[in-house]
């Protein structure tokens, strides 16, 4: 995170025919310049407001006059080949390398080459909205080390990794650095495996190009879905498959029946928790048995914001937040972390192995996820509370930010 300038669109003249197309360029710029993950364009009846999420969290950075809103929208629109025509249906497009030559920003140099944006429009009462996604720069969270996982979690999930057969899932809030986390495997799969492997992917969409894979993305419009994808993929001779997200039970069966097939399946499923992803599928009518013969990892996890250097002890118990603690400390603020407290972000990861232990049995009776999570621990997982606990005692993370990402749960 770079500071940020007191006035970051000083200087851009309203009235210059050129203005909307410098606005977005600095726009993008500051926002990779900043680390942030998501820019919204968001109208209100005052004008157009400007927020970036940095470490998980939405900040207000400007607010543009209304009658600007439309040009600025548009801009975007043009840049995602999207229709600046239609302002009254949704639409998503992409802004790919080959579009990101142009503009610069101050203090922070042209945009990279490699920037590569998602960009989606929706109409709402005071005009278009318009979010981009910046996805991570290429030469980012590569492998499974730049991902900082627990050192137990990274030994195990790279011994999973080597299996032949089976399902491994990531699971986790939109947000939490699923897909990141499923590249970094696939990369990881590429490069120790002692044999050349055959790896494809299906994704909606492809958020980055991995070297070694043959990605495919997903048509609705043309009758490319996942489940129909997938049946077609299974012919292209895989040793190792990548769903994006499995998302329904039509999806979720063809998978468990890839892995069943000889084939390791990895994938990405919206759950609270690696014990809530096995009761969320058997919720969706996945069979018992699918379950207990072809789940071989889950992998849960979230992202927490680290404590900044300023971060002071805190000797109060109330400023715990009723988490079960000896020590604490609480964010402060300084030029450093922009006034936040907190600077960057880490991994917060649970790993469940059902292996041949009382939670594989526990998955063919249909036990629910306390019952299942229980039996987990008991069977050597440390659950995403303990880490949390342990995270904010070294002083990495604060109470409120664990609250705020967990609740109050335990």
Not at 129 to 145: I, N
Not at 253 to 275: K, N
Not at 339 to 345: A, I, N, Q
Not at 379 to 407: C, F, I, K
Request: hydrophobic share 40%; glycine share 10%.
């Amino acid at each position: 995170m770079k500071p940020l300038p007191s006035d970051p669109f000083a200087g851009l003249d309203p009235r210059d025919p050129q203005y909307a197309v410098q606005t977005i360029d600095r726009i993008l710029a500051l926002g990779r310049a900043q680390g942030a993950s998501d820019l919204h364009l968001q109208p209100t009846a005052e004008g157009l407001s400007l927020e970036w999420r940095l470490d998980g969290v939405l900040q207000t950075v400007a607010l543009f006059p209304r009658e600007l809103a439309g040009n600025l929208v548009a801009r975007l629109k043009v840049l995602a080949g999207l229709l600046t025509y239609r302002t009254d249906i949704p639409q998503e497009g992409r802004i790919r390398e080959d579009r990101s030559d142009s503009g610069t920003a101050a203090g922070t140099g042209p945009l990279p080459e490699s920037l590569e944006m998602r960009v989606s429009t929706l109409p709402t009462l005071h005009g278009e909205r318009a979010v981009v996604r910046l996805f991570a720069g290429p030469g980012q969270y590569q492998w499974l080390a730049d991902l900082q996982l627990p050192q137990d979690v990274d030994q195990r999930l790279r011994q999973i990794l080597a299996e032949t057969s089976g399902v491994i899932l990531v699971t986790g809030p939109a947000g939490s650095g699923k897909t990141t986390t499923l590249y970094a495997c696939m990369r990881q799969i590429l490069r120790d495996s002692p044999a050349r492997r055959s790896l494809v992917s299906l994704e909606d969409p492809i958020e980055a190009a991995v070297a070694g894979v043959a990605q495919a993305q997903v048509n609705g419009a043309a009758g490319f879905t996942i489940e129909s994808g997938l049946r077609f993929l299974l012919r292209q001779d895989p040793e190792v498959l990548l769903i994006g997200e499995i998302r329904d039970r039509a999806a979720a069966q063809l998978a468990f029946q890839a892995a069943l097939t000889g084939h390791l399946l990895l994938s990405s499923f919206h759950a609270g928790s690696a014990a809530g992803a096995i009761s969320r599928l058997s919720d969706m009518g996945i069979e018992p048995y699918l379950l207990h013969s072809g789940v071989r990892a889950i992998l849960g996890q979230r992202l927490l914001r680290k404590l900044c250097g300023c971060a002071r002890p805190s000797t109060d118990p109330a400023e715990r937040l009723g988490l079960a603690v000896e020590r604490a400390s609480l964010p402060v603020g300084c030029p450093d972390c922009a006034g936040t407290g907190y600077r960057g972000r880490f991994v917060l990861a649970e790993l469940l192995v059902p292996d041949r232990s009382d939670v594989s049995r526990a998955i063919l009776s249909r036990s629910d996820e306390a019952k299942l999570e229980e039996l987990a621990i008991a069977a050597g997982m440390v659950s995403r509370w303990d880490r949390a606990r342990q995270a904010v005692e070294e002083g990495r993370t604060s109470p409120a930010e664990v609250r705020r990402v967990l609740g109050f749960g335990a």
